[in-house]
């Protein structure tokens, strides 16, 4: 439920706030007074497209920020909009609610925040989508595309969501299949031939068999044979220098009194020996002079000892080399990536297979599926039959008590291709009267019946939901007399277990409200700005007057106005007893 809306710099709005509470709350207003900015502003909540052009002229950026709570909200519409906000990083406040901002920038670029992280717009309406339901003028349109008429159908029976669930995982299944079955039989030939060039190139990379890194050590070890010799010399003559001129034939440690690391040994000694501090550190540090030249002469050695003596194995590298490069150049950069590019075409190879006992058996899968699909089909499509009829009954016992008395709606399935959704084609009907025939909304119902007919299924589809927020923009339009006073109990009793805010320029659907909101308008000799009031009292009766014809200062049209307001509160009274 949306608990408290801010506005500021959104079309002539410079800035408002207001808090809103469960039940009906409506705002009116003359036209132009900024009304829509505020279902505008709703809508950038919901991750709505961002229109630099409703900018306040001059300002620099629109800000809209909401506050979102869940406590009475449906369990899985609860629980669905925390994890998207966990999953965003989004934290609640103190009280539990969720604070929410959507900023657009004169510039056209937009921010959306939940819980104090940025998030993207996308991300925005996933949140809200569960919390928040717009309709206006546009989502009237929607209402006649068959995909929103399938949609309202399976929302109306609980049941179906677990049985399209079933036919959905059926169908991807057959789906997988039957894509490869048709890839194996219209591109055999090409399969063949994709099959030959992988053997080809395994065998040959076989044939060769690196090893991952083996390219780089291959390199290191051609450039010590190319300077063999000059290696070796320079190792024997620092191990002569450390160790003594024998150690360079023997590449051992043992040498003469000149060795270095003997004079240094004698050196370490001998000021050990001293009785002097000085000295004994200094000793203490020839000491680890000694203790290091020893492990480069143990190294020196190693390495001379290692250098290769046979003269055909550099030939043999480079022969090597030469084999790794041919493979290098054709399959990856390196012999790590040719090592797993050859993992790569093995796994695809394993999973070609053009003989014709393997295309016979993946028919037969492909056949078990489609039955096992058909199936799940068959079985959604009669819980959405049975559905249809009773939201068809439910929708048309609405209208009539929206001063459409003999107008019948009814819910059509038809037989369509398989889908992610089903094998159900579904359209809404409507027929001015039980004897004629019911036509498609979009060829049978004028904008005030459209209006109703949606407000009528809305009310269907929500009578089992608790604590969403519903939108009306002008849901009214094109109605008016004993339908406007229908359509305000109809919304007083959504509003029951739902918060509905309703943008309304009819006085019979604003006495119902529990909150009435005013967009009041002030033309300046520079700009035209508008802020939202709540009314009460004397208040909301001056405003119901002034919405019948331009009455409020009139002594009768008040006296009408506080007439219906008292009607209306008699009703809610008794609706929410």
Same mark, same amino acid.
């Given at each position: 439920?949306?608990?408290? #809306?801010?506005i500021t710099n959104l079309g002539v709005i410079p800035h408002a706030s207001a808090e809103l509470s469960s039940g009906l709350t409506v705002l009116t207003g003359e036209t132009g007074a900024g009304k829509t900015m505020v279902v505008s502003g709703l809508r950038l909540l919901s991750g709505g497209r961002a229109d630099a052009s409703r900018v306040r002229t001059g300002e620099d950026q !629109? ?13 899985? @519409? ?17 009280n539990g609610e969720y604070i929410v901002s959507r900023s657009v920038r004169a510039t056209g670029r937009s921010k959306a925040h939940i819980g104090g992280r940025t998030v993207p717009a996308a991300t925005l309406g996933e949140f809200t989508s569960p919390l928040l339901t717009i309709h206006g003028q546009n989502d009237q349109l929607r209402l006649m595309s068959p995909d929103q008429q399938?949609? @309202? ?6 049941? #179906? ?31 063949? /031939?994709?099959?030959? /060039?992988?053997?080809?190139? #395994? ?14 050590? $291959? ?39 000149? @060795?270095?690391?003997? +004079?240094?040994?004698?050196?370490? %000694? ?11 550190? +200094?000793?203490?540090? $020839?000491? *680890? ?22 003269? %055909?194995? +550099?030939?043999?590298?480079? /022969? ?62 009669? !819980? ?13 016992? *609405?209208?009539?008590?929206?001063? =459409? ?18 094998? %159900? ?28 007919? =949606? ?45 509905? #805010?309703?943008v309304t320029h009819l006085p019979q659907v604003a006495a119902y409200a529990d909150t009435h909101l005013h967009v009041a308008k002030d033309v300046g000799d520079d700009a035209v700005t508008s802020g939202v009031v709540t009314l009460a009292g004397d208040e909301r009766v001056d405003e119901l007057a002034r919405m019948l014809a331009g009455m409020d200062d009139s002594d009768t049209g ?14 809610? @009274?008794?609706?929410?007893?």
């Amino acid at each position: 439920m949306l608990t408290e #809306i801010t506005i500021t710099n959104l079309g002539v709005i410079p800035h408002a706030s207001a808090e809103l509470s469960s039940g009906l709350t409506v705002l009116t207003g003359e036209t132009g007074a900024g009304k829509t900015m505020v279902v505008s502003g709703l809508r950038l909540l919901s991750g709505g497209r961002a229109d630099a052009s409703r900018v306040r002229t001059g300002e620099d950026q !629109a800000v809209v920020e909401g506050v979102f709570s869940v406590d009475g909200v449906d369990e899985a @519409a609860a629980e669905g909009a925390v994890s998207i906000a966990g999953s965003a990083g989004a934290l609640a406040d103190e009280n539990g609610e969720y604070i929410v901002s959507r900023s657009v920038r004169a510039t056209g670029r937009s921010k959306a925040h939940i819980g104090g992280r940025t998030v993207p717009a996308a991300t925005l309406g996933e949140f809200t989508s569960p919390l928040l339901t717009i309709h206006g003028q546009n989502d009237q349109l929607r209402l006649m595309s068959p995909d929103q008429q399938l949609a @309202a159908l399976d929302r109306f029976a609980p049941g #179906i969501a677990a049985l399209r669930a079933e036919y959905r995982a059926a169908w991807s299944s057959w789906r997988e299949a039957h894509k490869e079955l048709t890839e194996r039989t219209e591109r055999r030939l090409e399969l063949a /031939q994709e099959v030959d /060039q992988l053997r080809f190139a #395994i065998d040959e990379i076989d044939a060769v068999a690196p090893v991952e890194g083996e390219d780089e050590e $291959l390199v290191t070890a051609i450039n010590r044979l190319q300077d063999v010799d000059a290696l070796r010399d320079t190792a024997r003559e620092a191990l002569a220098a450390i160790d003594g001129p024998e150690a360079a034939v023997e590449y051992a440690t043992a040498g003469e009194d000149a @060795a270095a690391s003997t +004079l240094i040994g004698v050196a370490a %000694d001998a000021l050990a020996q001293s009785s002097d501090a000085a000295l004994k550190e +200094l000793g203490a540090r $020839l000491g *680890e002079v000694a203790a290091v030249l020893s492990d480069v002469s143990g190294e020196l050695g190693s390495f001379v000892a290692d250098l290769p003596d046979d003269a %055909d194995e +550099l030939e043999k590298m480079l /022969q090597r080399q030469q084999e790794l490069k041919a493979l290098t150049r054709k399959y990856a950069p390196d012999a790590a990536g040719v090592v797993a590019w050859r993992a790569k075409a093995a796994k695809r190879l394993s999973k070609i297979d053009t003989s014709a006992g393997a295309v016979e058996e993946l028919k037969a899968r492909v056949a078990q599926l489609r039955a096992e699909m058909e199936h799940r089909a068959a079985d959604l499509t009669g !819980a959405r039959r049975e559905a249809a009829a009773e939201l068809g009954k439910q929708v048309t016992a *609405e209208l009539h008590g929206l001063a =459409m008395p003999k107008a019948r709606l009814t819910v059509e399935l038809s037989a369509h291709d398989f889908t992610r959704d089903g094998a %159900d084609a579904v359209e809404f009907r409507l027929a001015p009267n039980a004897s004629a025939e019911p036509q498609p909304l979009s060829t049978s119902a004028s904008g005030g019946e459209l209006s109703r007919v =949606m407000l009528a299924v809305e009310v269907v589809l929500s009578g089992s939901t608790h604590g969403t927020t519903l939108v009306f923009d002008e849901v009214d339009a094109g109605v008016g007399g004993r339908a406007a006073v229908e359509i305000g109990r109809r919304l007083a009793r959504l509003a029951t277990n739902n918060q509905v #805010i309703v943008v309304t320029h009819l006085p019979q659907v604003a006495a119902y409200a529990d909150t009435h909101l005013h967009v009041a308008k002030d033309v300046g000799d520079d700009a035209v700005t508008s802020g939202v009031v709540t009314l009460a009292g004397d208040e909301r009766v001056d405003e119901l007057a002034r919405m019948l014809a331009g009455m409020d200062d009139s002594d009768t049209g008040r006296a009408h106005a506080a007439e219906l307001l008292e009607r209306a509160g008699e009703e809610i @009274a008794e609706l929410r007893q």
